[in-house]
């Protein structure tokens, strides 16, 4: 653990402050993942370790490398430009792709998670049906929207 | 005294970033919905890139940087593929 002595105390406070913070948004992004109840609000949860928690784990890994090695260590930003770029596309496809589903089932928009007190599984034959109906190419024509 | 912070900082960084992963886990095996599978493994992605940074953090270890960013391509791609095929039933037209 050499690596790990050769940073002053201050170097080690801001990069252990980061590391701190970017962890917790991450997993606090993972708990609303798992806790909120409707797709498009599960949308919004994992973005906080998306942003957040990238860019702070890539701060405090460029700070302590640059410190560690004397010299400015910059190849992580490749990584934080790329998640930056890449991210609104993913999740605009994806929301996208959700709300063109959801107009295919004539859902709307507040679809919830089935009560966990149930006892029998009721998602699976909705899964089958709706991989069905998604993966159909005919599905459109039915409910008479044109397919682009 | 500074190995201690940091050496306790990236344990919790460790641990906290296996939960989330172990969260979009249940997520992506549970997820009511084909979209909500898709949306659980992305996370899983990030969670897993975030994880190799902290892991190359702890080793002093340049390399684990090149896995990370390999693993942060792989999760765009994979990622744009699912939601076209959940979107118009097919990848590539």
Known sequence: MTHLHQLPPWAALVVA????????????GGVGLVRLKSFYQRLHAPTL?????????????????????G???????????FIMATTPITLLM???AALRRDRDRKLGHNEAV??????EPPPLDDIEAEAEAGTDPEAGAETGEPRP | MTAEILRFALGYAQIALILALALACWRMLRGP???DRVLGLDTMYINAMLLFLVI???NGNVFFFEGALVIAVLG????????KFLMRGEVIE
């Open chain 1, 17 to 28: 402050l980061f590391v701190v913070i970017g962890a917790t948004l991450t997993l606090l």
């Open chain 1, 49 to 69: 370790g998306y942003s957040y928690g990238t860019l702070l784990i890539i701060l405090a890994s460029m700070l302590m490398f640059s410190l560690a090695e």
């Open chain 1, 71 to 81: 010299r400015a260590v910059v190849h992580e930003l490749m990584i934080g430009i």
């Open chain 1, 94 to 96: 994806l929301g996208r």
């Open chain 1, 114 to 119: 089935p009560p966990r007190r149930r006892t």
């Open chain 2, 33 to 35: 919905r084909a979209q």
């Open chain 2, 56 to 58: 190359g953090m702890v």
């Open chain 2, 76 to 83: 765009f791609v994979t990622t744009v593929c699912a939601a």
